[in-house]
């Protein structure tokens, strides 16, 4: 019945192929696109080229065919040939970007995409076309899922994925639900395909739970998989029923569960199957697995021993193996929750249909039939599911018939009685497989409520076989019912289209296949009559084949009567009258006969056999039957077969949809239990979810029935293409405007045809239109819209033929112009050469011409006389000249050796007098410098002097402390000995008692070894066991008695402990002696019981009596040990009588000696100083009267308080060391410039004169000098007194502290061994300072001895210098300034003299204040610092002014800090503290990236600060002497440095992610869309998939957008001061990014592998390498990374032809995979004709190359991947104690030290 949708202004139905006959004739005219197709009957469609230019009128047409034949071709003229598309539109992504739109293009289009390309995708319109490979593709990994996702539709190649995306898109943007409608013949891929779209949503929706719910989703296919899908003669796994999976979505587009609704399940292969086929998948899984523990209780064998699973013949797939399946499926159960138990079941159901498939039906003559009880088949079969064999087998033959008056009971004859018996076993599949879709439903449940959801409908295609029965009636039902909505939703797309872009439209006819539908499910239609058939009681197929007949034979078109048979009937399907073609149009022509169980090409008139239709329908089980099952002890079994069924649908209330038209209710009273109406209800359920959703579609083509690899069959698919209505959408395309440009495309591609006063216009979009009307003069054939123009079919094909002579006659002109250039050039060339010989030629004949014999003789006589007066004339001017040049030489000469005679006289007394000069004043400037060098040695040696002094004063303070303090501590050593007395005393009790222990454990061993020696017989068994335990008491025994011993020898420090150590040793003896006494006892009471049971083994006895004895006697042997430990005992404690001796007498000494040291310390010294060095701890242990523990203890702390004086003084001298260093290297300086002032006046004064006069003026400067020296002298002679006085003391005092030491501290070897090596230290310096003091003397004498030199010196020029006063004057300004310079040295002097005399004030300060490097912080303030210094900071604005890692030097030295206080819990906490405020800001700006930069850096910096000055020498090789000293002294932080470094790498990781994830939306726009260079514009008609986004080119990325990324991401990288390694690595990281994403896009994008694109590609890859040039980052591998691209770059561009060329690709491409090169290869598309596509011949060329590469067959690069990071140690160049903390930090209570 004819219906209308959206189309063009008055074209109807002929209006397409009438278009197309008047673009035949311009184009066939014109002589270029000559090219047609015309019917053939194998490849349905031939091409062929016009040999002759058509005529309007002519009936025949003279073709060439492809092979070179010659053909006539009778034609039709007002129904042409279709014409061939040009070659830059063959291969396209879309079939509606075809300009000419019929079947034989869309046919080409597909074996050019899959034969020669290998691309299985292909759209058309809204249909994705997918053609099954029959082999594994690289291209579903989840590379390629990343890839396709946030892309558009139509930018990328066509894929599953891609539509996948498109309605995960449409649902998360417009929150409506979508719809994905699989379909196709069996073996077509519709489950794979189903089953990737599946998977991509679990892949790019994940949840945030932890419950799987993506995995589970998953998992639910290869179950419905084992138990609803088998194999055919089509396909290996076939899904043998409808599926349609809702999966659920919540706010936030992630998966919250999911729904499964099935239809039309093939129950009828539970117990038949053709040859060649098989049952469901999970029978022979079963019977695979039967042999194993678990599932011998089933009672299974093989499958060929069961009659439901060996009627296909062959019952193994090649390539499967069903026991390694039934281990999957028993993982996708468990998965999904299902317990085992619920596992078994299931499989005790399978097992019981299998078992009943063999009971054996015998006939009892004609009318009767039985089953043996006794059948063992049967017995299984009840077994397993609870049932009583008597009355299954009695009603398994008989059945029930109940009448108003009366129940009979009728024989079933042997055929009826296995009828019955089959449907009973697909009676309790079906119930079992709607089991199990409705708990992995339940399994697939969600708690929150659906936001939105995506359906994925798995349905089978249009079907038609030689038998076609119900099941092909309600399949191709369903295909009416899917068609019908397809074709609206395509008239709606196409009216929202034409609304969208304001073109007016009017409605065209299309054929709507509603008529098919009434004839179908309408009222009184062939349902309801079926239905009403199986109501009736002797209802059969002939009578309701009959009222088809009468109903609709002769009066409804669409159903026919067959004319030879009488048992089925014809129905006209919509794929009939969908590609119905004009009369005169030539059709493909139909082919023979397919082989049995193949659909007939072409044939869509499809007869179905009415036999079995009634029997199907009902799906009856006889009613006792039912009741058996339904009384089954097996409780799923009697589940099944309960009254009240379950609902029809799983989905229950959650649906709620509504439906987009009226649709006819079925009356739910009169057919609800057959399956028609079932299936009817369920189709309308399905139609509504369909219709409130909006769809995509998927058509699944089967290529071939062989299954063989890329092999294309036109037939099979012509056939599928006209059956699936992907012709449909290309016809309703062409009645339209099926090309379809924006004014961006149209004007880049079509720039060529427009005049310069056409592109003079500002406004591209009147451009195009002007462009068009002037090439294209009818109106009609395209329209103007709001952002696109649309085109009639074949009007694309003529603009690219237009463009393409446009192109042409250029090349003509360039050509041209070249050509006579090189031609003129040429002529040029020749005509100078000729001109050149023609010169030659004419001398040469005018020479022949003029000379003769005569004049060449007088010509030679002429020339000879010239030679020889010529000679002779030179010859005399040569003579004269020589003679006159050698008078000149001769008085030159002589004039100029008797002037350098004459100066050489003048000057020998000159430097005479110069070097004695020279050298009085070489010694002078000698002398003078040393005596400045000698008063600084001078100063210095004095400073140094009076630091030793200092120093020595304070150690000898800092002993008398010690001494006091031990005096102190020796007053408690009495008490604690008292104490050791009373715990002796304990000890002694606890030792009496253990001994009365000892006494009764001997007198229990004796009793044992009694009883041992009368049951010598009953020992045999038990011997090993008591030898044993006697042997591990007796060893723990004496390792407690070997530790008693050691522990009574320790020291004091260790008695308490000890003692305690002791006595819960005792107690655990005790309980183990009790706990084997008890045991002995209870082994001897065994014993006696079995002493009655032994007494028969006498005869044994004698034998093993020899034994017994040898172990008698080693038992006696043992016992006897107790009376030697008793021993020990007693030897133990005759030495602690001797200790406790030994310690009295120690006390006492200890006393009299402290007594001693106390008086003489109390009397030498201050009572409050001694006090003030020791802590409140020490002095209560003072206070504590005779506690020798702790007296003991605190000596050692006291001790300990005066080694860190000592050290403190020790570092302040070194200080002041330094301090007097800087000055001397001051002093050197001033030395330095007195030096060069010196070097000038030696340039400067030439003569004697000067030399003494600046002589004369420093000698009166020596007084002063002298009194200086006077001066020192003197202080160093106090300095010596002081230090002999000193010494002398130190020397009393150090003997009399020795000799107290030597009395007190016998003990203490080791601390008197050290005090012993301190004051050998300080006598050593002692001696060393006196060396130091008289070196100064000698020093200061020699300087006198200079002095009085000079003075000499002095005498002797002083009459002299009296001559010279006048010139005094000149230097004037020179002495002011030496006047100066010695002032500042006399001030140095002096101030050196001034620290020399505070150097003898102990109590003064040691020298000027210095920072050491760390920051003093309390306790409390560590929460305000990490706060302040780490959550508060800010990097933006700060790191400009600071130096890098500024924060991690701060945290450093607040460290430090806690280090200098050995205070293990401070440190622990500031580290912890940083570390997790590291973390915790980290995670807080997880999105940051400076954020992320700045604390990446300051990680490391704070790492490497760690190293650097943790001591070890690996990190100190670049430290300077001074950071040495600024190393950690206390801790080791190597662990907090590993924690450190595994967060600094998550921060890494994080902080790559944020950069990938910025750029990654710029790369492909900027790498491969972007065109940069001129000319080489690639675009291309795009199709339908590319109609819904307009290109515009204002707002796309570009190559600088990259570049500026980069510059971004390293700028700041480079200001929050990341090591520049890092900073390579992550530019490395970034570029193979860039990299990978680019390829991957390249191998997923047909349109851009072009020759042009490789050139734009090449050009972005140099920008990226000046980049890195620019950036100076050459050496850090990042354009390695770009190898990949750049050789794909170059394969796009390299010529494509010879065999030298495939060993060209395989030589250089070494970066590429064989697949990425292949797949290039097989993608490269042609952009002009100028160019050529890659032929199937060179591809295998080139791959047989590469079969021999062993490399990876993954197509997609991963661009997850991730480099392996290294955190370089970089030492920081910054000394600690000159950073400074800017106030904007807000640390103002850290204080540096």
Request: neutral net charge; glycine residues 4%.
């Amino acid at each position: 019945m004819p219906a209308k949708a959206p189309g063009s202004q008055g074209v109807g139905i002929l209006g397409y192929w009438a278009e197309e006959s008047l673009v035949f004739r311009r184009e066939a005219a014109s002589g270029y696109y000559n090219r047609v197709w015309i019917p053939d009957p194998e490849e349905v469609w031939k091409s062929a080229e016009i040999a002759t230019d058509y005529r309007v009128g002519d009936k025949v047409l003279r073709l060439l065919l492809e092979d070179g034949t010659e053909l006539d071709y009778s034609v039709n003229p007002e129904s042409l040939p279709p014409l061939r598309n040009p070659d830059i539109l063959v291969g396209e992504n879309d079939l509606t970007a075809l300009s000419y739109l019929h079947e034989p293009a869309v046919l080409h289009n597909l074996r050019i995409r899959f034969a020669e390309s290998k691309l299985i995708y292909t759209y058309s319109g809204i249909i994705l076309v997918a053609m099954n490979p029959y082999k594994q593709l690289p291209i579903y990994g989840d590379a390629i899922i990343h890839a396709y996702s946030g892309q558009n539709m139509g930018d990328m190649d066509p894929h599953i994925f891609a539509v996948a995306e498109e309605a995960y898109k449409q649902m998360a943007r417009n929150n409506r639900n979508q719809s994905i409608i699989v379909s196709g013949e069996s073996g077509a891929g519709k489950t794979v395909s189903a089953r990737y779209a599946m998977r991509y949503f679990a892949t790019v929706s994940k949840s945030g739970s932890n419950a799987h719910v993506e995995d589970k989703v998953l998992a639910s296919n290869p179950i419905t998989e084992a138990v609803g899908n088998a194999k055919t003669t089509r396909n290996d796994n076939s899904s043998r029923f409808g599926k349609y999976t809702e999966i659920s979505f919540d706010e936030q587009n992630q998966i919250i569960g999911a729904n499964m609704r099935t239809y039309l399940l093939e129950k009828s292969r539970v117990v038949f199957q053709s040859e060649n086929e098989r049952n469901y998948h999970i029978f022979y899984q079963l019977c695979a697995s039967a042999q194993q523990s678990e599932f011998k209780h089933l009672k299974l064998g093989s499958a060929e021993e069961f009659n439901y699973t060996r009627m296909g013949g062959n019952t193994v797939i090649e390539g499967v193996n069903d026991r390694a399946e039934m281990v999957e499926t028993q993982k996708t159960f468990t998965l999904l929750g299902f317990k085992e138990d619920f596992q078994m079941d299931v499989f005790k159901i399978l097992a019981a249909i299998l078992h009943l498939g063999n009971v054996q039906i015998t006939a009892v003559g004609n009318e009767r039939s039985s089953v043996s009880e006794d059948d063992s088949h049967l017995k299984v079969f009840c077994e397993l599911l609870g049932l009583e064999s008597g009355r299954v087998a009695q009603w398994l033959c008989n059945r029930k018939i109940v009448t108003s008056s009366e129940t009979v009971v009728k024989p079933m004859t042997r055929p009826q009685a296995v009828n019955a018996r089959d449907a009973l076993a697909k009676k309790i599949y079906a119930h079992l497989f709607d089991f199990i879709v409705e708990r992995i439903n339940q399994a697939l449940q969600f708690s929150g409520k659906q936001h939105t959801f995506i359906g994925v409908l798995d349905i089978y295609g249009f079907e038609t076989f030689d038998v076609n029965s119900f099941e092909q009636f309600c399949i191709n039902y369903a295909n009416e019912k899917l068609q019908q909505q397809f074709n609206m939703h395509v008239f709606k797309l196409e009216q929202e289209e034409y609304m969208k872009e304001d073109i007016p439209w009017t409605l065209i006819d299309f054929y709507d296949n509603q008529p098919v539908i009434d004839l179908i499910e309408a009222k009184m239609g062939i349902l309801e009559l079926l239905d009403e058939e199986c109501l009736l009681p002797h209802g059969t197929d002939e009578n309701w084949l009959q009222k088809l007949y009468n109903n609709f034979v002769n009066k409804n078109p669409l159903f026919e009567k067959p004319r030879m048979l009488n048992t089925s009937f014809v129905i006209q399907h919509f794929a009939d009258k969908v590609l119905r073609r004009p009369p005169a149009m030539p059709s493909a022509p139909e082919p023979t006969q397919p082989p049995e169980g193949v659909g007939r090409p072409g044939m869509f008139l499809v007869e179905y056999k009415c036999e079995g239709f009634l029997e199907k329908n009902r799906d009856t089980v006889y009613d006792m039957l039912v009741e058996i099952l339904r009384a089954s002890k097996f409780h799923l079994c009697a589940n099944f077969f309960q009254e009240n069924p379950a609902p029809l649908s799983p989905f229950g209330s959650m649906i709620t949809v509504k439906s987009a038209k009226q649709v006819i209710k079925p009356n739910s009273k009169h057919f609800r239990t057959t399956v028609g109406s079932k299936f009817r209800s369920s189709l309308y359920l399905l139609m509504e979810t369909l219709n409130a959703t909006t769809p995509h579609y998927v058509r699944c083509i089967k290529p071939n029935d062989e299954k063989l690899p890329f092999e294309f069959d036109s037939k099979r698919i012509v056939q599928q293409l006209r059956a699936c209505g992907v012709l449909e959408t290309i016809r309703i395309s062409a009645q339209s405007y099926p090309s379809r440009w924006t004014y961006i495309e149209f004007y880049s591609r079509y720039g060529i045809l427009m005049t310069k006063q056409e592109l003079s216009f500002s406004d591209k979009k009147e451009v195009c239109k002007a462009v068009l009307h002037r090439l294209i003069q009818d109106s009609n054939q395209y329209q103007f819209g709001k952002t696109k123009i649309f085109f009639r079919a074949g009007q694309v094909a003529y603009l690219e033929k237009l463009r393409l002579d446009k192109l042409r006659q250029s090349c003509v002109v360039i050509q041209k112009h070249i050509r006579g250039w090189l031609q003129r050039k040429k002529f040029l060339r020749e005509r100078r050469a000729a001109l050149i010989i023609q010169r030659y030629f004419r001398g040469q004949q005018t020479v022949r011409k003029a000379i003769t014999a005569v004049a060449l003789k007088e010509a030679w006589a002429a020339i000879i006389i010239q030679k020889h007066c010529r000679g002779y004339l030179v010859r005399n001017l040569y003579q004269l000249i020589r003679v006159a040049t050698i008078t000149i030489q001769a008085y030159t000469r002589g004039f100029l050796a008797r002037r350098r005679y004459r100066k050489m006289l003048e000057e020998h007394k000159a430097v005479i007098l110069q070097k004695y000069a020279r050298a009085w004043l070489a010694r002078r400037r000698f002398q003078s410098i040393r005596r400045f060098v000698l008063n600084i040695q001078l100063t210095y040696r004095v400073q140094r002097l009076q630091k030793k002094l200092e120093d020595q004063n304070k150690e000898n303070h800092g002993l008398v402390e010690k001494l006091t303090s031990l005096a102190a501590l020796r007053a408690g050593d009495v008490e604690k000995i008292q104490k050791l007395e009373a715990e002796l005393e304990r000890a002694a009790a606890h030792r009496r008692s253990y001994e009365e222990k000892g006494k009764r454990y001997r007198d229990a061993v004796e009793e044992k070894l009694a009883k041992l020696q009368k049951h010598n017989s009953e020992l045999e068994t038990q011997k090993d066991q008591i030898q044993l335990k006697l042997q591990e008491k007796t060893e723990e025994l004496k390792e407690k008695m070997d530790n008693l011993t050691k522990q009574l020898f320790d020291d004091v420090q260790k008695e308490e402990r000890q003692r305690m150590l002791l006595e819960k040793s005792f107690e655990l003896k005790t309980q183990d002696y009790e706990k084997q006494i008890q045991s002995l006892k209870e082994v001897i009471k065994a014993l006696k019981d079995e002493k009655t049971q032994l007494q028969q083994l006498v005869e044994e006895e004698h034998v093993t009596s020899d034994g017994l004895k040898a172990e008698v006697a080693r038992l006696s042997k043992q016992a006897k040990t107790i009376s030697e430990f008793e021993k020990e005992i007693q030897l133990l404690q005759a030495q602690k009588i001797d200790v406790e001796k030994h310690v009295q007498s120690q006390k006492r000494e200890m006393r009299e000696k402290m007594s001693e040291i106390t008086k003489q310390l109390l009397e030498s010294y201050d009572i409050e100083d001694v006090r003030s060095r020791l802590s409140m701890e020490d002095l209560e242990h003072l206070n504590e009267d005779g506690e020798l523990w702790f007296a003991y203890e605190g000596l050692k702390k006291a001790t300990r308080v005066l080694e860190s004086h000592f050290q403190s003084q020790k570092e302040c001298y070194e200080k002041e060391i330094e301090a007097l260093n800087f000055k001397v290297v001051h002093l050197s300086q001033e030395i330095n410039h007195l030096q060069k002032l010196f070097r000038e006046e030696n340039d400067i004064n030439e003569s004697i004169r000067l030399e003494v006069t600046r002589l004369t003026s420093e000698n009166m400067m020596i007084p002063d000098f002298k009194q200086q020296i006077s001066e020192l002298e003197k202080q160093k002679q106090d300095l010596e007194i002081r230090l002999n006085e000193q010494t002398e003391k130190m020397k009393g005092k150090l003997e009399e502290l020795s000799n107290q030491l030597n009395r007190s501290q016998e003990e203490e070897g080791t601390q008197r061994k050290a005090m012993e090596a301190q004051n050998e230290i300080h006598t050593k310096e002692k001696e060393k300072l006196i060396d130091k003091i008289q070196e100064m003397q000698e020093a200061s004498d020699h300087l006198k001895k200079q002095f009085e030199t000079e003075s000499e010196v002095k005498s002797n020029f002083w009459q002299e210098a009296s001559r010279l006063t006048l010139e005094n004057r000149d230097l004037e300004e020179e002495l002011d300034m030496k006047d100066r310079v010695i002032k500042k040295l006399q001030d140095q002097v002096k101030t050196l003299s001034k620290t020399a005399g505070k150097a003898n004030d102990v109590h003064s300060s040691s020298g000027p204040k210095e920072y050491l490097g760390m920051l003093q912080y309390k306790r409390e303030d560590e929460a305000k610092l990490i706060q302040n210094l780490i959550f508060d900071l800010k990097p933006r604005g700060v790191v400009v002014n600071m130096i890098p890692g500024l924060p991690a030097h701060i945290l450093f030295m607040c460290v430090r800090y806690a280090d200098s206080l050995n205070d293990a819990n401070m440190l622990k906490s500031l580290m912890n503290s940083t570390i997790n405020g590291i973390k915790q800001v980290v995670k807080e700006h997880l999105e940051d990236f400076e954020m992320l930069s700045f604390w990446l850096s300051n990680t490391c910096h704070f790492l490497n600060c760690l190293k650097q000055y943790s001591g070890e020498e690996e990190f100190m090789k670049h430290n300077s002497p001074h950071q040495n000293k600024n190393c950690l002294n206390n801790f080791d932080l190597s662990e907090y440095r590993q924690i450190l470094s595994d967060v600094a790498i998550r921060i890494y990781h994080q902080f790559i992610i944020i950069m990938e994830k910025n750029i990654q939306p710029i790369i492909v726009p900027g790498m491969l869309e972007y065109e940069s260079l001129q000319g080489i514009s690639g675009l291309k008609p795009t199709g339908f998939r590319k109609r819904s986004s307009s290109v515009d080119d204002t707002d796309a990325y570009t190559m600088t957008s990259v570049l500026q990324q980069l510059s971004y991401f390293y700028t700041t990288m480079c200001q929050n001061g990341l090591d520049p390694e890092l900073v390579r690595q992550a530019v490395k990281q970034l570029f193979f990014l860039i990299g990978a994403v680019t390829l991957n896009s390249l191998f997923l994008r047909k349109d851009m592998c072009s020759c042009r694109k490789g050139m734009q590609i090449r050009c972005n890859i140099s920008y990226l390498e000046e980049w890195l040039k620019d950036k100076n980052l050459q050496n850090s591998l990042a354009k390695e990374t770009l190898e990949p691209l750049s050789q794909a770059a170059w394969l796009l561009q390299v010529k494509k032809t010879t065999d030298s060329d495939a060993k060209e690709i395989y030589e250089r491409c070494t970066s590429l995979s064989a697949v990425q090169i292949i797949k290039i290869l097989n993608s490269y598309t042609p952009i002009d004709d100028f160019e050529k596509r890659v032929t199937p011949s060179f591809v295998r060329k080139v791959q047989a190359l590469l079969n021999s590469r062993e490399d990876s067959s993954q197509l997609m690069l991963d661009t997850k991947y991730l480099f392996q990071v290294t955190f370089p140690f970089t030492p920081s160049p910054h000394a600690l104690e000159m950073i400074q903390i800017p106030s904007s930090f807000k640390l103002g209570f850290l204080n540096r030290l």
